[in-house]
């Protein structure tokens, strides 16, 4: 199994950037992708960004050119990088890491953009 930990949420103000962090550990060897998710209060949770081991990423509409996806293999953490936040962005960021077999989902981050 992989244990993810994320980092780097907050409060921050509309046009405001965030960046955050999420770390894994265990099997990370078997990690072929990983990814961020998030869900606001009423709404089914849903892809924000995604990054492969290849580094070939995929966002959704809504944060293109807003939402930067990283990856530091040396550290086994991967990176959000959030600018331009507007309040529709508020939820909980999930980290997600996919093998072949399972996928394993973080505790959660509160992101928090005020107008």
């Known amino acids: 199994q992989v244990q993810l930990v994320e980092s780097g949420g907050g409060l921050v103000q509309a046009g405001g950037s965030l960046r955050l962090s999420c770390a894994a550990s265990g099997s990370i060897f078997s990690i072929i992708a990983m990814g961020w998710y998030r869900q606001a209060p009423g709404k089914q949770r849903e892809l924000v960004a995604t990054i492969t081991n290849g580094g070939s990423t995929n966002y959704a509409d809504s944060v293109k050119g807003r939402f930067t996806i990283s990856r530091d293999n040396a550290k086994n953490t991967v990176y959000l990088q959030m600018n331009s936040l507007n309040p529709e962005d508020t939820a909980v960021y999930y980290c997600?890491?996919?093998?072949?077999?399972?996928?394993?989902w973080g505790q959660g981050t509160q992101v928090t953009v005020s107008s």
């Open positions: 997600y890491a996919a093998s072949r077999t399972f996928g394993s």
